[in-house]
């Protein structure tokens, strides 16, 4: 579930720019905090430092050794210990303070209260030694100041994150949010246009001409564009497929009405019959190039029913058994797992999707070969498989088959328009289901893989 | 029959009516669809033969409104378009059948005399006869001049269709439809093999040949 939300996160734009924000905005705060620590904690060692310095300067101003010692004796006795240490380290042994003797600091140092051997220490001090008289006087000035900024600037260091953060943050959501919430407008929109629906638009928010909105109806003019050139798509191919029809048509009327004239040679009789089966060829080459044309254009999807597979699959190789015994292949249909192999999509086409594909196989392999019709599922998908154990197709021209009469060398002979496998890749395209040419060694294995949901 | 032609291409017109003529039917021939819808309301017509693509009012309105109109004279829809959204459509605008263009006037004439004779198919008797061959619908029992002739499922279907429509011909694209349920073009010749199997069982072993190829449109069983 974390990892969900990590991944949710990191996918929307505007909650990952929130999160820098924030974070940048934390650091930011940390900074100039740390900053602003430091600086006041050297101003306050600076002012302890000078009255340290007025302190040595008050002893050394009394001459007398005795004055001196009875001096610091007096200050030592009044002062407590945790706001100054005084020990005066005579040359002739003695020692007189309020802690006891310490080591000499020559130079200014911090020295951490726990050094100091009395009960009542401060957390730290800042101590110098300096000769006076005949001995060496050690004072140190308690840096509690410091200490308690020390711990405000802890404090607020600690809380003053945490209010940005939940400032920054609660804001940074709201406005990502409603950001994600237009942004996944966009998005399903683009899906939906993708997957056909052309009429599919994303809703405009009264945000002003704000960058999203710019996109949302630059989206909105690119589906007003796409759909328009669908619509015109659709009347040109019917404008072409009227004007063009009608004179193919009436060729065809004219040789049949020449064929039924009688009086005609044999000669002539048979080359009426062939101008025939090639006007045939001619309105099913072009009937294809439409479908295909129709199919790639994005077809809607309302003819779409759910079906099982196996059914189809049973149903189309029937028609094909007397075909495939006749011309001697061996064409059965295999059922692999139980069904049922529920998948969606339009009976008619996906029937000629398998039918192109045993015709396919029927034509180019020898007399023998053997033909599987597999249905199975893959995972949760169901796959239909045509399997042949003819010649194949090189793996360099399995590409190319898809393309719309294209023809391999060795078929180029054979009966057939080119149009059977582009037919089929367009069929696959509009159901969501994956085609796949492999080697079968030897042979070719057409698998189509269906998703078992309806093409969103 | 009495058929009314509503088609603009003149030349597609005159073959129609000429063929539809010469095996004794009544044609009248319109070649825009207003023109078309009024003719078709008025005159008690069989059949009405229709392009898809008409000036005036295109053959899908022209369906729907007849339609509409509570007017069900058998409709077929000729066009230039064979997609399955456009079968579809043609279809669901009110038309009993569709034919794509170029076609042959074989299969023309035979989906016409499929659509007029509509309510005259042999539906309710329990046995189908055509000359000493006899099918008993109910124990799916085929017999020829005694002789008991196993059929498989999809032969039996195939002889039950031509038998119900006993002197009609039934063209390949009428027979996938019917007894297969295809509606695309297959390229090989699915039809002719499963009838040469059927025939091999009907009528080879038997003196005279009940399934009739009729040139250039289909298959027949004759009336006798």
């Known amino acids: 579930m974390i990892a969900r939300f990590q991944a949710t996160v990191m996918r929307s ?14 650091a930011s705060i940390l900074i100039s905090l740390g900053i602003a620590y430091l600086l006041l904690k050297s101003s306050i060692d600076e002012d302890i430092q000078s009255q340290m310095v007025e302190e040595f300067a008050s002893f050394r101003l009394i001459a007398d050794q005795n004055d001196l010692e009875e001096r610091i004796a007096q ?42 051997q009395t009960p009542q220490a401060a957390a730290s001090y800042l101590v110098q030694s300096s000769r006076i008289g005949q001995g060496t006087l050690t004072l140190g000035f308690s840096r509690q100041q410091v200490t308690e900024l020390g711990e405000v600037f802890w404090l607020v260091f600690l809380i003053s994150p945490l209010v940005t953060l ?65 619509a015109s798509l659709r009347q040109i191919s019917s404008d072409i497929a009227h004007d063009l029809k009608t004179p193919i048509q009436r060729v065809a009327v004219l040789l049949e009405r020449l064929e039924n004239s009688g009086g005609l040679s044999d000669l002539h009789q048979d080359l009426v019959s062939a101008a025939r089966r090639q006007t045939d060829q ?57 069904g049922p192999f529920t998948i969606f999509g339009e009976p008619n086409l996906l029937g000629q999707v398998l039918a192109n594909l045993i015709e396919n196989a029927l034509r180019h392999t020898q007399t023998g070969s053997r033909i599987e019709v597999v249905v199975k599922h893959v995972g949760p998908q169901s796959a239909l498989i045509v399997h042949d154990n003819g010649p194949g197709i090189p793996a360099w021209e399995r590409q190319n088959v898809l393309r719309r009469l294209y023809r391999l060398e060795r078929s180029r002979t054979s009966e057939g328009s080119g149009l059977g496998l582009s037919m089929v890749a367009a069929i696959c395209d509009l159901h969501g289901a994956k085609l796949l040419f492999d080697d079968a060694g030897p042979g070719l294995v057409v698998t189509v893989t269906f998703s078992n949901s309806l093409p969103s | ?63 729907k409104t007849l339609r509409g109109a509570k007017n069900r004279t058998p409709l077929l829809l000729l066009t230039a378009l064979g997609g399955v959204d456009d079968r579809i459509e043609g279809l669901n605008s009110g038309a009993d059948d569709y034919l794509v263009k170029p076609f042959a006037f074989g299969e023309l004439s035979a989906r016409i ?4 004779r509509r309510p005259q198919l042999a539906d309710q008797d329990q046995s189908l006869r055509a000359g000493d061959l006899e099918m008993d619908r109910l124990t799916r029992k085929v017999t020829r001049a005694g002789e008991v002739i196993d059929l498989l499922p999809r032969e039996y279907a195939l002889l039950e269709h031509l038998l119900r429509r006993r002197g009609r011909v039934q063209t390949r694209t009428m027979l996938l439809e019917a007894v297969w349920d295809i509606h695309f073009d297959p390229q090989t010749n699915v039809v002719e093999s499963h009838i040469s199997r059927l025939r091999a069982k009907v009528d080879k072993p038997f003196a005279s040949e009940l399934i009739v190829t009729v040139r250039g449109a289909g298959y027949r069983i004759d009336a006798t």
């Open chain 1, 75 to 116: 200050e030592a006795a009044a002062a407590a210990p945790q706001t100054m240490i005084i020990t005066y380290q005579a040359d002739g042994g003695q020692s007189i303070g309020n802690v006891a003797p310490m080591v000499v600091f020559p130079v200014t140092s911090i020295v951490k209260g726990a050094l100091v």
């Open chain 1, 282 to 338: 001619i309105s099913r080459i072009f009937q294809s190039l439409l479908q295909i044309a129709q199919l790639e254009g994005g077809s809607n999807h309302d003819h779409f029913t759910q079906l099982d597979l196996h059914r189809l699959a049973a149903s189309i190789v029937e028609v094909y058994e007397t075909t495939a015994e006749d011309s001697g292949h061996d064409l059965r249909l295999i059922c692999e797992g139980t």
């Open chain 1, 166 to 230: 939940g400032f920054a943050g609660a804001i940074g959501l709201w406005v990502a949010r409603a950001a994600r919430n237009r942004v996944e407008a966009i998005r399903s929109t683009l899906a939906d246009l993708t997957a056909g629906h052309l009429e599919a638009r994303v809703p405009i928010s009264n945000n002003g001409p704000d960058d999203l909105n710019q996109i949302s109806q630059s989206v909105n003019r690119m589906a007003a564009a796409q759909a328009a050139a669908v």
């Open chain 1, 13 to 26: 734009t505007p909650l990952r720019l929130t999160g820098l924000l924030v974070i940048l905005f934390v």
């Open chain 2, 1 to 63: 029959m009495k058929i009314l032609v509503i088609e603009d291409d003149t030349v597609t017109a005159a073959y129609i009516a000429d063929g539809l003529r010469q095996e004794g039917h009544s044609v009248d021939v319109v070649e825009n669809g207003l023109d078309g819808l009024m003719q078709a309301s008025h005159s008690g017509y069989d059949v009405l033969v229709i392009d898809r693509m008409l000036p005036g009012l295109d053959g899908l309105s022209l369906a």
């Open chain 2, 113 to 116: 005399n499929a659509l007029g």
